[in-house]
């Protein structure tokens, strides 16, 4: 599928009624949201990293790579993939490595995995611009926006920040971790489509859009779930 199936599915969404893209970590549970009717997936570093046995943020790029371009195999939808922070590559090498796997689009945070601190905003910025530049129209470019996951309460940080990656090319920002009642004002102050993932105890899936996002994901919440799915199996198979 193409780019711009999945960039056209961002658009003129009514209030209230987002685009859910479920994050498969593997081919199997890819398939398993294909078939259910979601007309596009994205991958979840975290949820990736822990179906290949590493901690979140620790996955090797080649490996991350591979469990991407393993899922786009299998399924007939578009994928967007969660590139974390890029992997140390150059912009032209990381959108030819992405483009290779058959993603359509990506994410890509703006704090440092091993820090955990919040990168420049400008000069990230400029690293999404050049992303942008070797991409063209070619990649959905997600930028995430980690300020409140660092714990800057302050909403003007994320909106500034929020602005200067859509100045710089990105087609979609994701205030991660965003409080429900500061989506309106994100909403009014942010041009274009907002990404919100719902943590648990969040609004519903509808009444996140109505506050005003545009499309939902679930990090690695799903895969999380699976695990314990498997978990009360295990034990029920203990319990004989």
């Known amino acids: 599928m193409s780019v711009e199936t999945f960039r056209s599915l961002h658009h003129d969404r009514v209030p209230g009624d987002p685009l859910v893209l479920p994050g498969p970590w593997d081919a199997a549970s890819a398939r398993v949201f294909a078939d259910a009717g979601f007309p ?34 299998v399924v007939d939808v578009p994928v967007s993939a969660d590139i974390e922070g890029g992997y140390g590559l150059p912009p032209k090498e990381l959108v030819a490595r992405l483009l290779d796997t058959g993603a359509v689009g990506c994410n890509l945070e703006d704090s440092d995995a091993g820090t955990k601190s919040l990168k420049d905003p400008q000069r990230h910025a400029d690293w999404l611009a050049e992303v942008r530049a070797e991409a063209g129209d070619g990649l959905f470019i997600n930028a995430r926006v980690d300020s409140f996951l660092r714990h800057v309460a302050d909403p003007a940080e994320a909106i500034s920040r929020a602005r200067l990656y859509v100045a710089a090319g990105a087609d979609c920002v994701y205030p991660f971790a965003v409080p429900p009642e ?56 203990r319990g004989n």
């Not at 570093?45 to 822990?50: I, N, R």
């Not at 994100?186 to 609004?203: H, K």
Request: no cysteine; charged share 20%.
């Open 40 to 73: 596009a997936l994205a991958t979840p570093s975290a949820g990736v990293s822990a179906s290949l046995g590493y901690e979140d943020g620790k996955t090797p790029a080649d490996e991350m790579f591979a469990a991407v371009a393993r899922i786009t195999r």
């Open 182 to 237: 500061q989506l309106p004002l994100l909403r009014a102050e942010i041009e274009g489509p907002i990404n919100v993932a719902p943590f648990p105890g969040s609004p519903s899936v509808a009444e996140l859009g109505r506050l005003g996002a545009t499309r939902i994901t679930f990090g690695p919440f799903l895969q999380q779930r699976a695990v314990a799915a498997a978990l009360k199996v295990a034990e029920a198979l």
